[in-house]
């Protein structure tokens, strides 16, 4: 079992759709990230949590320390949000980011 | 200063040959890892520098792969006798220390845009 899971693997929705991808990891932890790769793409860094929820434009990240699990929500979406979404964590007392296989997310118009 | 720079950004090289790959880091970072990708997965942790010292590398990197930062900046990551597994896209990230933001250990990563290799 990986020390990062996320949930779905891939989602397709339609443009406007609410759409909620799930991440949970087994070990503790000093933050998460979660990542965004378009195809083709560089990483981009979209939050880093440590604990409670962050809101940018349309993206709301939300951690639950105690039950290792965090949300990436997107609302109202957009097919310019299809990419794959990646979560990673720091391990506590590691330097490296363990990171999740990704969600590959399609919008269609 | 306009973020991770890696070069090249694709090599296509033949069974056999060596390839270096350059990752320019963000000038304040003194943190800088090298991940590796392939299709459909995530990133792979390969090494990690703090300034010029190999903090760690994975169990995963054979001998032929070698990473190094020699003063503290740019780093160089050499793949000898490349084997077409090895191809994958090559990630190189770097981190500030202290941008904690109240946070132990925890620092934001800029990724660069990676490096293609397709080895034939």
């Known amino acids: 079992k990986n020390e990062v899971e996320q949930s779905p693997q891939n989602l397709t929705a339609q443009e406007g759709e609410f759409i909620t991808i799930n991440c949970s990891y087994s070990v503790g932890i000093s933050a998460l990230h979660w990542l965004q790769q378009h195809p083709g793409g560089g990483i981009v860094s979209l939050f880093m949590l440590s604990s409670g929820k962050k809101k940018h434009g349309r993206l709301i990240a939300t951690i639950n320390i105690q039950e290792k699990h965090s949300s990436l929500h997107i609302t109202a979406s957009h097919p310019r949000d299809s990419a794959v979404y990646i979560c990673a964590v720091l391990a506590k007392g590691a330097q490296k980011l363990v990171f999740g296989q990704g969600t590959r997310l399609t919008i269609n118009p | 200063d306009t973020g991770v720079s890696q070069d090249p950004r694709h090599k296509i090289t033949k069974r056999g040959q060596n390839v270096t790959f350059r990752c320019d880091p963000i000038?304040?970072?003194?943190?800088l890892y090298w991940y590796r990708q392939t299709l459909g997965q995530g990133p792979e942790f390969l090494t990690y520098?703090?300034?010029?010292?190999?903090?760690?590398k994975s169990r995963l990197l054979s001998d032929r792969f070698s990473a190094e930062r020699p003063k503290g900046s740019f780093s160089t990551l050499e793949i000898q006798r490349t084997e077409q597994g090895d191809s994958a896209m090559y990630l190189c990230?770097?981190?500030?220390?202290?941008?904690?933001?109240?946070?132990?250990?925890?620092?934001?990563?800029?990724f660069g845009a990676g490096s293609r290799l397709t080895v034939l």
């Open positions: 000038s304040e970072h003194n943190r």
């Open positions: 990230a770097s981190s500030g220390y202290g941008e904690d933001r109240g946070l132990t250990g925890a620092n934001v990563l800029t």
């Open positions: 520098f703090q300034n010029e010292a190999q903090l760690e």
